[in-house]
């Protein structure tokens, strides 16, 4: 630091006041961040590849993994072997997917000590959460998409595009499967937005991304677990993890949509009392760290 | 530290919550007999067909299989679970019904309303099944995976067919006194199994047996005094309510 | 009408658990003045600091700033306002020009060449394009002051700007911060070490365990402090002490610690406390008398005095 500096010497006396930031521009500084971290890129890579080995191998199986929805067709059928995929996607892929990025955008602030900069500038407590709470299931939609475009894609290309035996028996031709398949794997928006609202409240609840980022991964194991088994059937609606199974529905014949509007009412439900809870504790949360 | 046990005395008392409401619900499964009676025969219908399909049989639609089904999963009748059986019975003319009128189909249920269904080799054949161009192609009815509507009817079908009474013992073993005991079983079914069983050896008629089964029940039942030197036995079953074979000749040892 | 103030806190109080961080403290801040917070760690400024930037919420009393409040006008409050507190947090895994732009994202944009003009500021235009997790400290907070001018506050809010600086990096954070005084900014500074608050501010506030120890202008303070203190080691000990009869505006006594002198043991010595003239005249006196001086050498500054009276042995004001 040299005497030669150059100065605003007139400005800080004229102007004093700093704008008051957009969502769009606090939306823009949450993914620059996101961008610049190599978790995001690990991920969404991950999504991108990672269904390409996994369909391989299952193709080259000698024995379908017949215990599975469609494992029985998974090494005769593209379609059977994407639908597999996605069964198995939901059980904790999906809600780890979700989570890295969602159970850690509120507590990395508190690892790197930076809610005091971020807090001291122009931006409200109200805006950051949104912009965070956009940023993050924007990137758990994005990373499904990724997921789901590639793992039918690499699915058919090794499985082939027969017609698919769906689960009322019928045949299903081609082309109506590609689109059942497609519209199945978006079923899981709505859940997958569920997970990500439950790490972002565990990651703010927590202020430990190794809690946000674990902790829906284990919880979804958890109610995987509850919703497959007997006598407590009664929790089931409530389990954020049925509305991942509302696909069957689909393939069904006839097809039955039921679980699916109950499945948007449970993970909108999770949502709200999620964020609701988030917000609040962020809210009148007291900065003293960092 | 304290963050983390108000987490874990929260997550408690959540899950004690939502377990108190399962209790208190009664399980409240959407798995009954009603729907597995519906589904089971409208997912049949197709596999089947695709089968005859396959196998270059003509005229079969899943329509003109006018499949009926009867499911009991040996208690309550509702809830997921592998003991889960069916009894169906199909029209197809190149493939008539055994005696009983009915195959028996074992069903794994689980609590999402998909279940996968094993049908019986005798009525639709093994894993694999020569296709009209002489391959040799997976069966697509032998063992299916299917899924109900939760939200769909939950009227009872009505259906039921007469349990099928089995003799399970191959031989005969009397005692000194020239007594010998055969097992039958009263199968999944209406209203158990009731008649008789005729005893004749050597063509001569030693008196008959009645029997009183519920359904799913065993029980052993005393024939009259076999004359020493029976080499076998001929029983006769008549029945007033059930179905199953009418005879068969056991050999007498000892 | 009165002027409006730059900082109008009154009676601020916030409790953690059964600690009193912050006890009743009122703290007032004219436009353009350069204010200290000063204070032993753990007296409270940074908590206090935490309060005027609606990090932390007060149990009792209210911070106005340019007669903004949080409960009327929320983030607005910090229109104008900026600073750091503690070290200044940045993201690691960005440049430092990355993480100057991003936080202008949060101040609605900043206006072309603000950036660099103010990366010139604290001398980080060569690294700026450096990942910040390879900063060192005194480089992370020149860019914490760096953030701040990217606001254009009207005031500039400091907690122990200097704090972890070698030698070199201290005597810069002061001049920059001298300059920015100088530059009509009001600057409220918190502080361990009087030296700095006496070099750099006009009024302040001590602090001792949450409460308020002292508050007023330096001057004033000055007027209250104890005569400088020194230490005297010569060839005659004794006969310099008694040549102190004559001299009846100064205290001398012997050394209680006694005086660690390069190449020897420890030396008897004598500590001299009196204003400085008179201080002169009786050192004068020594030499005259032919008694060789080994070591004459100002012990601490008055303030440091009085700020250690303030705050250990909690002398009120």
């Known amino acids: 630091m040299t005497a030669t500096s150059t100065l605003p010497t007139t400005a800080p006396v004229k102007a004093g006041t700093p704008g008051r930031p957009g969502l769009g521009a606090t939306i823009r500084w949450e993914l620059r961040k996101l961008r610049a971290q190599h978790r995001t890129k690990a991920v969404l890579l991950g999504a991108l590849l990672g269904p390409v080995p996994i369909a391989l191998v299952i193709h080259a199986q000698g024995r379908p993994p017949k215990d599975t929805l469609f494992g029985r067709y998974a090494t005769t059928n593209g379609f059977a072997l994407s639908l597999l995929i996605l069964g198995f996607a939901a059980q904790w892929v999906l809600p780890l997917l979700i989570a890295v990025v969602a159970g850690d955008i509120f507590s990395s602030e508190d690892t790197h000590g930076t809610w005091k900069t971020v807090l001291t ?20 939609v994005l990373t499904l998409l990724v997921l789901s475009a590639s793992t039918i894609a690499s699915s058919v290309l090794v499985g082939g595009h027969q017609a698919l035996t769906g689960l009322g028996g019928q045949l299903i031709a081609p082309s109506t499967a590609l689109k059942l398949v497609g519209a199945s794997w978006l079923t899981t ?54 509305p991942y199974e509302a696909w069957h529905g689909l393939l069904s014949a006839p097809r039955f949509t039921g679980p699916l509007v109950e499945g948007l009412l449970t993970t909108g439900a999770w949502a709200a009392v999620t964020l609701a809870v988030s917000f609040a504790l962020l809210r009148r949360r007291d900065i003293t760290g960092g | 530290m304290r963050r983390s046990i108000i987490t874990a005395a929260v997550v408690l008392l959540v899950l004690a919550g939502l377990g108190s409401v399962a209790v208190a619900t009664g399980g409240g499964s959407t798995v009954t007999s009603a729907r597995l009676e519906r589904s089971l025969t409208a997912s049949f219908s197709q596999v089947y067909s695709q089968q005859a399909r396959l196998l270059g049989h003509r005229g079969v639609t899943p329509a003109s299989l006018h499949a009926k089904a009867m499911c009991d999963n040996g208690g309550s009748n509702v809830g997921p679970g592998s003991s889960w059986n069916c009894l169906m019975s199909f029209h197809d003319p190149s493939n008539p019904m055994p005696t009983t009128g009915y195959g028996k189909f074992e069903l794994n249920v689980h609590s999402n309303d998909c279940y996968t269904a094993g049908s019986p080799s005798t009525l639709v054949g093994f894993q694999t099944i020569t296709d009209k161009q002489g391959r040799t192609v997976n069966n697509p009815a032998y063992e299916f995976d299917a899924c109900f509507d939760p939200g769909s009817s939950n009227e009872p079908t009505g259906v039921t067919f007469p349990s099928a009474l089995t003799i399970t013992t191959t031989a005969l073993t009397p005692d000194p006194q020239g007594r010998a005991t055969v097992a039958a079983l009263c199968g999944t079914g209406a209203d158990g199994c009731v008649g008789s069983i005729e005893v004749t050896t050597h063509g001569k008629k030693l008196g008959s047996v009645p029997f009183h089964l519920a359904e799913n029940e065993t029980a052993k039942l005393t024939l009259p005094q076999l004359p020493p030197g029976t080499k076998e036995a001929d029983l006769a079953v008549t029945y007033q309510q059930g179905v199953g074979s009418s005879g068969t000749t056991l050999p007498v040892q000892g | 009408m009165t002027t409006q103030l730059a900082v109008d806190a009154v009676g601020v109080t916030k409790a953690f658990g059964q600690v009193r961080a912050v006890d009743d403290v009122t703290i007032q801040v004219a436009p353009g003045e350069v204010y200290g917070v000063l204070g032993p760690n753990g007296a409270g400024k940074t908590t206090f600091l935490r309060m005027l930037f609606g990090l932390i919420r007060p149990d009792a009393g209210t911070i106005r700033v340019f007669d903004k409040s949080w409960d009327s006008d929320g983030v607005g409050v910090l229109d104008g306002v900026a600073g750091f507190i503690e070290s200044p947090g940045f993201y690691p895994y960005l440049t430092g020009r990355q993480n100057l732009e991003g936080l202008a994202l949060l101040d609605g944009g900043a206006r072309p060449g603000l950036v660099e003009e103010v990366l010139e500021v604290v001398d980080l235009t060569d690294r700026a394009d450096r990942k910040v997790g390879g900063y060192s400290y005194g480089m992370r907070q020149r860019l914490g002051v760096a953030a701040s001018l990217l606001r254009e506050p009207r005031l500039l809010v400091l907690d122990e700007p200097a704090n972890g600086l070698d030698p070199a990096g201290i005597r810069d954070m002061r001049a920059l911060v001298k300059r920015l005084a100088a530059s009509g900014l009001t600057v409220l500074l918190s502080s361990h070490n009087m030296d700095e608050v006496e070099e750099i501010c006009d009024n302040v506030t001590i602090m001792n365990r949450g409460g308020v120890a002292y508050h007023g202008s330096i001057t004033d303070l000055r007027a209250m402090a104890p005569d ?28 209680e610690d006694g005086l660690t002198v390069v190449g020897q043991e420890a030396a008897d010595g004598l500590t001299v406390v009196g204003q400085e003239a008179a201080v002169a005249a009786y050192v004068a006196d020594v030499v005259r008398s032919g008694i060789v001086l080994r070591v004459f050498t100002p012990t601490r500054t008055p303030l440091e005095a009085l700020f250690f009276m303030l705050t250990d042995q909690e002398v009120a004001a």
């Not at chain 1, 709470?133 to 758990?140: E, L, S, Y």
């Not at chain 1, 439950?198 to 946000?212: H, N, Y």
Request: proline share 6%; glycine share 10%; net charge neutral.
């Open chain 1, 121 to 140: 500038r122009s931006a409200s407590r109200a805006q950051l959460f949104t912009a965070k709470t956009v940023t993050a299931v924007g990137f758990a």
């Open chain 1, 189 to 242: 928006i709505p859940p997958t937005i569920g997970f990500a609202c439950l790490a972002i409240l565990l990651s703010v609840w927590s202020r430990s991304s190794a809690v946000g980022i674990a902790a829906p991964v284990v919880i979804g194991m958890v109610m995987q677990l509850v919703g497959a088994m007997g006598g407590v059937e009664a929790l089931r609606p409530f389990l954020l993890t049925t």
């Open chain 3, 228 to 255: 400088p203190g020194h230490l005297l080691d010569t060839n005659d000990n004794a006969g310099a002490r008694a040549l102190a009869a004559d001299h009846p505006g100064i205290e001398v006594e012997r050394a």
